[in-house]
C-alpha cells in the first residue's frame, strides 16, 4: 500500500455566494489547489457534494467539474455520505493514491445551499435521517440536534449555558480566518440571549447555511517531496457508520461511529489521543461538539462540555478545536466541510494558519460526522517539513 | 497493487417493485451476493445510487443500508456519477481491494424509479445533462438521444428500421433471464411500428423506467479461490469522462469517454477487442448501442449498426452483446444497471448464465454510461475456473 501525501491546498470563502454557480465555487477551489501543488493536471477528481441535486438540479458532478475544469477524460465521480461527503470524498481519493491506480487525484468538497429557501434546505438536509422513520415524524437535523442536548442536560446535570465556550472559541479563531463566514465576537452573554430555535438549541449553537468549496492535491508520498517542499501526510483515514436513526442507537449520546472511526486511525497511525496537537472537529451543534470530544477519548462521558469551560480547547489550550473557526463560524457547506477541515489542518501543519498558527503543530485530526452520527470520517495528518 | 475478483453475485428481479422500499431491495441483494460468495460480513460498502435523493427523499444511503443489513459499524458511502453509479461504486471497491484497505467488499447499485410519476423520472434523471446548458433548454434524455439518432442518420444515411436487431436480440435473451423485466419477443416489424416518442427514438429503441438491486462481494485475488471454488477476476477497471453537455463535444457521434475508458482498460488488461467473448454494453437506446460498438473498437464510424443486422451480436455471434437481455429488455435501474452488468457477465465466466450460456466464455467486458457519455466506465473480467 503507497503512503498518500497531500500536496497541495485550496479554498473559497464561505458566504452566501448568490452570484456564483456550484461549478464556479468548485473551479475556484481546484484552481487555488493547482496552484498551491504548482501542477496544471490530475489522473482522477473525487467529489463531495450532498444537496446538488435536490437544490440546484444538477447530479452528474463528476464530469461537470472535470469538463469545467478543462480536465475532461480523467477519471471522475461524486462520493456522498450526508454532511460527511467531503471526507469521503478524501477517503476514496486517499484509496486511489494508495492502491497505486491513481498517481495525482484532486479530492474536491463543494456545496451551494443558498439557491433555495431555508424551510427547503432544511428539508434537504433532513434525507441525511432516516425518511421513513424520523422524517416522516417531522424531525429536522435542528430538532435531532435538541433532543441529543435536552437529554446530555438530563443526563448529567448541566445547563445550556456550559456550552456557551465552543461557539466563544469559534468565532474567536474565524477572527483571523479571512475565509470564515463570520467575523463576530461571541460572548458567553451573547450565546444565552440568543434566539431559541428547538429548545436547547438555540440560534448560536447551530452552525450556518452557506456556500462554499475547499480542495486537496494528493500525490504518492514517496515523491511527494519533489512536488511540494511542504507536504502533509495522511497518517490515518477510518470511516465507520451506526444505525441512521437516532432511535435505534442503544446509547444515543455516545457516538459510536466516532469512537469506532478514531479509535481505526489512532490504531493505524500508532497513536493516543495524547499525542495530537489539535482537533478540527465537528461542530454543527454544540452539543455535537461536546459528545465528539468524549467518544474519541478526550474526555469521560459527561465531562465533553467541562473542556470547553475549562478553556481546553482554545488556541492555547490542551487540544484546540475548530482553530480556523470551525463549522460555527467558518462555516458548514455541508459537502465541502470535510474537506475544509483538512485544508486547514494541512495550513497548520505547514505553519501557514496566520495568526491562529499553532507552535510545533506536528500532529492533527479531523472528524467529519454525517446526519446525526451515522457516517463519521477521522483523519489523521502530519507534517513532513 | 492487490488484484481483485469477485466471490460472489446477486441480485432481485428488476421489476415495478411498488410494494417494497429501496432498502429492501438493497438488502435482497446483498444477502443473495453474501450467501453466494458464503460469508457473512464484509469490511465496507459502496453504494452505486442517482436518484434516491429526488425521488424518495433519502440521501446516506451508505449508512442506511450498512444498518438495514445489519452491519453497522462498517465503512459505508455512496458512488454517483449518473448512469454509471453502479459501475463507480464497483471501481471503489476496486481500489479499496486493491490498495490493501479492505480485504471483502460488498458493492451494491439500487435504484427506486416507480416511487413519483413519469414526468417527474424523466425531470430527474435530465440531472445528469447540464443543466444550465442543456435542460434549462428542455431537453431530456429521451430528446437528447433522439438527436444523436437523427445525426447519425443524417450522417451515414441509415434509415431507424436498421436499428431493430438490438432491440429484437435484448428481448430474446431476456426470455431466458427470470430477473429480466420484460419476457417478451419483438420482431422488426414490431420495432418498426412501435410508438414514437421523440423521432426518430420510439418506445422500443429505450429502456424503461423501472427498480432493481444488484451486489457483488471483493476480495483479493490470491485467496479469492479460498472462498468461492470460482471466482472471477476483475482484469481491468477504467474510468473516463467527456464533457457534460453534448454541444461542448467537437464530434457528438464519438463517445470520446467510451473509447478512453475501454482502451485504459485494454491496456491495462493487455488484450484486443477481438480476445473478448462477449459485451455487457449499456444499450439504454438503440444508438448508444451503435456508438458503444463503434467507440471501444469492434466497428468502424457508421458501421455499428451493420453489426447488429448482420446478426453479430446474438448468443451464437462474433460479439454477443446483452447477453441476458441488456437495459432494453432486462432493464436499467440506473444506479444499479452497472452492477447488473457485471453480475451477469460473471454468471457467464461461471458458467451459471443458463439457457444463454455461452459456450467457453473467459473474458468479457462490461461498459456503463453516465449521461449522454460524460462518464462512462468500463470493467474486463476473466473466468478463474
Given at each position: 500500500m503507497r503512503k498518500v501525501a497531500i500536496i497541495g491546498v485550496g479554498q473559497t470563502p464561505v458566504s452566501e455566494h448568490w452570484d456564483t454557480s456550484l461549478r464556479h465555487l468548485a473551479l475556484e477551489a481546484a484552481l487555488n489547489a493547482l496552484q498551491d501543488a504548482n501542477i496544471g493536471r490530475v489522473d482522477s477528481i473525487y467529489v463531495g457534494n450532498m444537496l446538488s441535486g435536490e437544490i440546484t438540479g444538477q447530479s452528474h458532478l463528476g464530469a461537470q467539474i472535470a469538463d469545467f475544469l478543462g480536465m475532461s477524460g480523467v477519471e471522475a465521480m461524486k462520493i456522498e455520505a450526508a454532511c460527511a461527503s467531503g471526507s469521503a470524498a478524501l477517503r476514496v481519493g486517499t484509496l486511489a493514491v494508495a492502491s497505486g491506480m491513481s498517481d495525482i487525484v484532486m479530492v474536491i468538497g463543494v456545496e451551494k445551499?443558498?439557491?433555495?429557501s431555508g424551510q427547503e434546505t432544511t428539508a434537504a438536509l433532513a434525507m441525511a435521517a432516516d425518511g421513513e422513520y424520523e422524517v416522516s415524524q417531522g424531525v429536522s437535523f435542528v430538532a435531532l440536534n435538541a433532543l441529543l442536548m435536552r437529554r446530555y442536560m438530563h443526563e448529567y446535570g448541566w445547563e445550556r449555558e456550559a456550552f456557551a465556550n465552543f461557539v466563544v472559541n469559534a468565532h474567536a479563531n474565524a477572527m483571523n480566518n479571512p475565509n470564515a463566514m463570520f467575523h463576530s465576537k461571541v460572548t458567553p452573554e451573547a450565546y444565552a440571549r440568543a434566539t431559541m430555535i428547538a429548545t436547547p438549541v438555540g440560534l448560536l449553537d447551530a452552525s450556518p447555511v452557506c456556500d462554499g468549496a475547499a480542495a486537496v492535491i494528493l500525490a504518492p508520498e514517496e515523491y511527494a517531496k519533489t512536488l511540494n517542499p511542504v507536504p502533509v501526510r495522511i497518517r490515518a483515514s477510518a470511516v465507520a457508520t451506526d444505525a441512521i436513526a437516532v432511535h435505534d442507537r442503544p446509547d444515543p449520546l455516545a457516538l459510536e461511529a466516532a469512537r469506532l472511526s478514531s479509535h481505526r486511525a489512532y490504531e493505524a497511525a500508532g497513536i493516543k489521543p495524547s499525542d495530537l496537537d489539535f482537533f478540527e472537529l465537528h461542530d454543527a451543534f454544540t452539543i455535537m461538539a461536546t459528545l465528539s470530544l468524549e467518544a474519541n477519548g478526550f474526555a469521560e462521558r459527561g465531562k465533553g462540555v467541562q473542556m470547553a469551560l475549562d478553556g481546553d480547547i482554545t488556541l492555547d489550550g490542551k487540544l484546540p478545536v475548530?482553530?480556523?473557526?470551525?463549522?460555527?463560524?467558518?462555516?458548514?457547506p455541508v459537502g465541502a466541510t470535510g474537506l475544509y477541515q483538512i485544508v486547514e489542518a494541512a495550513l497548520q501543519l505547514r505553519g501557514l494558519a496566520g495568526k491562529n498558527q499553532l507552535p510545533n503543530a506536528r500532529l492533527g485530526m479531523t472528524q467529519n460526522i454525517g446526519g446525526s452520527g451515522a457516517t463519521i470520517i477521522t483523519h489523521i495528518l502530519e507534517s513532513m517539513s
Amino acid at each position: 500500500m503507497r503512503k498518500v501525501a497531500i500536496i497541495g491546498v485550496g479554498q473559497t470563502p464561505v458566504s452566501e455566494h448568490w452570484d456564483t454557480s456550484l461549478r464556479h465555487l468548485a473551479l475556484e477551489a481546484a484552481l487555488n489547489a493547482l496552484q498551491d501543488a504548482n501542477i496544471g493536471r490530475v489522473d482522477s477528481i473525487y467529489v463531495g457534494n450532498m444537496l446538488s441535486g435536490e437544490i440546484t438540479g444538477q447530479s452528474h458532478l463528476g464530469a461537470q467539474i472535470a469538463d469545467f475544469l478543462g480536465m475532461s477524460g480523467v477519471e471522475a465521480m461524486k462520493i456522498e455520505a450526508a454532511c460527511a461527503s467531503g471526507s469521503a470524498a478524501l477517503r476514496v481519493g486517499t484509496l486511489a493514491v494508495a492502491s497505486g491506480m491513481s498517481d495525482i487525484v484532486m479530492v474536491i468538497g463543494v456545496e451551494k445551499m443558498t439557491d433555495t429557501s431555508g424551510q427547503e434546505t432544511t428539508a434537504a438536509l433532513a434525507m441525511a435521517a432516516d425518511g421513513e422513520y424520523e422524517v416522516s415524524q417531522g424531525v429536522s437535523f435542528v430538532a435531532l440536534n435538541a433532543l441529543l442536548m435536552r437529554r446530555y442536560m438530563h443526563e448529567y446535570g448541566w445547563e445550556r449555558e456550559a456550552f456557551a465556550n465552543f461557539v466563544v472559541n469559534a468565532h474567536a479563531n474565524a477572527m483571523n480566518n479571512p475565509n470564515a463566514m463570520f467575523h463576530s465576537k461571541v460572548t458567553p452573554e451573547a450565546y444565552a440571549r440568543a434566539t431559541m430555535i428547538a429548545t436547547p438549541v438555540g440560534l448560536l449553537d447551530a452552525s450556518p447555511v452557506c456556500d462554499g468549496a475547499a480542495a486537496v492535491i494528493l500525490a504518492p508520498e514517496e515523491y511527494a517531496k519533489t512536488l511540494n517542499p511542504v507536504p502533509v501526510r495522511i497518517r490515518a483515514s477510518a470511516v465507520a457508520t451506526d444505525a441512521i436513526a437516532v432511535h435505534d442507537r442503544p446509547d444515543p449520546l455516545a457516538l459510536e461511529a466516532a469512537r469506532l472511526s478514531s479509535h481505526r486511525a489512532y490504531e493505524a497511525a500508532g497513536i493516543k489521543p495524547s499525542d495530537l496537537d489539535f482537533f478540527e472537529l465537528h461542530d454543527a451543534f454544540t452539543i455535537m461538539a461536546t459528545l465528539s470530544l468524549e467518544a474519541n477519548g478526550f474526555a469521560e462521558r459527561g465531562k465533553g462540555v467541562q473542556m470547553a469551560l475549562d478553556g481546553d480547547i482554545t488556541l492555547d489550550g490542551k487540544l484546540p478545536v475548530c482553530t480556523m473557526g470551525g463549522l460555527k463560524a467558518r462555516g458548514h457547506p455541508v459537502g465541502a466541510t470535510g474537506l475544509y477541515q483538512i485544508v486547514e489542518a494541512a495550513l497548520q501543519l505547514r505553519g501557514l494558519a496566520g495568526k491562529n498558527q499553532l507552535p510545533n503543530a506536528r500532529l492533527g485530526m479531523t472528524q467529519n460526522i454525517g446526519g446525526s452520527g451515522a457516517t463519521i470520517i477521522t483523519h489523521i495528518l502530519e507534517s513532513m517539513s
